[in-house]
């Protein structure tokens, strides 16, 4: 949980689309878009508990699956290669919240580590995401003040981070696939191999979203083997779509397989899902780093 009995230590993968998290209690995940606040005449609940109304520092507005309807100005999500914004901020304190309040009432200090895709995983890009994270912040969140200090950030690469929820031996190739962005990631003796890896800035929901996997799929294929993947490489994939995908890598990469994260939690190891895979990752350097 942390060196100090009320610190939380958690993995926030803060994805255009979803965040997920994953501390010593389980795992969460909440749609990430964000829209202005409006007066609402009819009140629907579209997210079965994930809408929020929100304020923090005299931004008001609506996130969750209520904002996905909402945003006039379409998608709710603020897609690109850095993460270095306020959006993300507000994601994480949302995400931060929910956890809280799901698993672990009264917790109010934390130790996380998030991620940055490949390739805006920079020391400056690192610096300016743990700067707008780290600190103590006030967000209201559904008329309630909730008070969240994060005393410690470290940031993880996507892709990379997410080898780490199912570690392996030798030479390994990540296929991350985002909503805006596809990580594909090489660790070799569990070390980020800088010049077999990029990030390829299109992704699930903005290349056409389910219903253009086949077009995604090739998109993959062809940006891999710029970085020299061999057909016999040992391939994990891991993101939202990953069960639609993996029939269609296999074609080209043939021991694509998902990857399945083990969580390390209180009461034991859980599998989960592989659209956690970064978010365990993520947690798994945050426990070995914090305690």
């Known amino acids: 949980m942390g060196k ?13 689309y979803r965040a997920k998290v994953a501390g010593p209690y389980g795992v969460d995940s909440y749609r990430t878009a964000i829209c202005d606040w409006f007066e609402r005449d009819i009140v629907e609940d579209f997210g079965k508990g994930d809408d929020m109304e929100f304020a923090l520092k005299g931004r008001r507005g609506f996130a969750g699956t209520l904002a996905s ?9 603020m897609y690109g290669e850095s993460k270095a914004h306020e959006d993300t901020l507000i994601r994480v304190l949302l995400a931060i919240n929910r956890y809280r ?8 200090r934390f130790k996380i580590v998030a991620g940055q895709p490949i390739i805006s995983h920079s020391v400056d890009e690192k610096t300016k995401l743990a700067d707008l994270l ?42 991350d696939v985002g909503s805006g962005t596809v990580n594909c990631a090489t660790v070799a003796d569990k070390r980020h191999i800088n010049n077999a890896s990029k ?34 490489d040992k391939v994990f994939v891991c993101g939202g779509v990953t069960e639609e995908l993996l029939p269609l890598l296999a074609e080209h990469y043939p021991s694509a397989q998902a990857i399945i994260p083990q969580l390390n939690a209180l009461d034991g190891v859980h599998q989960h899902l592989p659209t956690f895979a970064n978010a365990i990752g993520f947690y798994e350097i945050a426990r070995l780093t914090y305690g």
């Not at 008329?143 to 390994?172: C, D, K, L, Y």
């Open 69 to 77: 309807y909402e945003d006039q100005y379409g998608g709710g999500a």
């Open 101 to 108: 309040a799901l698993y672990c009432p009264g917790f109010s």
């Open 134 to 175: 780290r600190g103590e912040h006030v967000i209201t969140v559904n008329g309630v003040r909730q008070r969240i200090t994060i005393e410690e950030v470290g940031i993880a690469a996507e892709g990379t981070g997410a080898f780490m929820s199912q570690p392996q031996v030798g030479v390994v190739r990540i296929i």
């Open 199 to 232: 990030t390829f800035n299109y992704g699930v929901e903005t290349s056409g979203g389910r219903d253009n996997i086949d077009g995604i799929a090739r998109g993959i294929i062809r940006s891999t083997t710029q970085l020299k993947w061999k057909r016999t």
């Open 4 to 16: 100090e009995t009320n610190t939380l230590v958690l993995g926030i993968d803060a994805g255009n």
